[in-house]
C-alpha cells in the first residue's frame, strides 16, 4: 500500500528544536512536490511549507508563521522529507501532517500526522 | 502560488443534495482535489482531477469544475457525511489548500 509515514513528534520546550521525518513508505515521491501541513487542537488544516520535486530546483516556500524558523528539505535517494523546526513557540503545538505524490499516484497521499507540542 | 476560495459552512438535511463550491483563478488550468476531514482522522480523498471518485468512495460524491470554480456534490447527504471539506491544488507552490468547508447534516 501506498503511504507517506511521518516520524520525530514529541513534547517540547519554547525555543527549542524538532526534526520531522516524511518517509514514503516502499515508493519514491511523485509529483510536484512535498507538502507540509498541521492542526492544532480543534482548528482547521494550516499549510506550512512545501518543497518541489528537482526538476523545479527542489524551490520551497512557506507560510509567513514559520518563515525564518522552519525549513523544508527532502533526501531522494531515502525517499523520505524532512521539516527542521527552531526556535518553537506554543502556537506550534499541532498535529503535522506530510502531503505529497508516491509512485505512480494521481494524487497527493496524506500521512496519519505526527503530534507536536511545545509547553513549557 | 493562487488562493483557493471555500465557504466557511453548508448545511443540509439527510437526504438533501449538498454542494461545496472552490473559486480560484487557476482553476480553469489546474485540477482540483477534495479531501474529507472527519473529527481526529487524517483527510481521505474524494474526489480527485476535478471529477473522478477513487475506489472504495460512495457514489454519492462528485465533483465537476466550470471556469473559475470547482463544486463536489454530495447527492443524497447522510449523517455520516459531516465532516471538514478542503478543495486542494495539486500544483500550486504555496499554499494548496482552500479555507475549508464544515458540512453539517441534520
Known amino acids: 500500500e501506498v503511504q507517506l509515514v511521518e516520524s520525530g513528534g514529541g513534547l517540547v520546550q519554547p525555543g527549542e528544536s524538532l526534526k520531522l521525518s516524511c518517509a514514503a513508505s516502499?515508493?519514491?515521491?511523485?509529483?510536484?512536490?512535498v507538502h507540509w501541513v498541521r492542526q492544532a487542537s480543534g482548528k482547521g488544516l494550516e499549510w506550512v511549507g512545501r518543497?518541489?520535486?528537482?526538476?523545479?530546483?527542489?524551490?520551497?516556500t512557506y507560510a509567513a508563521s514559520v518563515k525564518g524558523r522552519f525549513t523544508i528539505f527532502r533526501d531522494d535517494s531515502r525517499n523520505t522529507a524532512y521539516l527542521q523546526m527552531n526556535s518553537l513557540k506554543t502556537e506550534d503545538t499541532a498535529v503535522y501532517y506530510c502531503?505529497?505524490?508516491?509512485?505512480?499516484?494521481?494524487?497527493?497521499?496524506w500521512g496519519q500526522g505526527t503530534l507536536v507540542t511545545v509547553s513549557s | 502560488s493562487y488562493e483557493l476560495t471555500q465557504p466557511p459552512s453548508v448545511s443540509v438535511s439527510p437526504g438533501q443534495t449538498a454542494r461545496i463550491t472552490c473559486s480560484g483563478n487557476a482553476l480553469p488550468k489546474k485540477y482540483a482535489y477534495w479531501y474529507q476531514q472527519k473529527s481526529g482522522q487524517a483527510p481521505v480523498l474524494v474526489i480527485y482531477e476535478d471529477i473522478k471518485r477513487p475506489s472504495g468512495i460512495p457514489e454519492r460524491f462528485s465533483g465537476s469544475s466550470s471556469g473559475t470554480m470547482a463544486t463536489l456534490t454530495i447527492s443524497g447527504a447522510r449523517v455520516e457525511d459531516e465532516a471538514d471539506y478542503y478543495c486542494y491544488s495539486r500544483e500550486s507552490s504555496g499554499n494548496p489548500l482552500g479555507g475549508g468547508t464544515k458540512l453539517t447534516v441534520l
Open positions: 516502499g515508493f519514491s515521491f511523485s509529483g510536484p512536490g
Open positions: 502531503v505529497g505524490g508516491v509512485g505512480t499516484t494521481t494524487s497527493d497521499q
Open positions: 518543497i518541489g520535486s528537482k526538476a523545479n530546483s527542489y524551490a520551497t
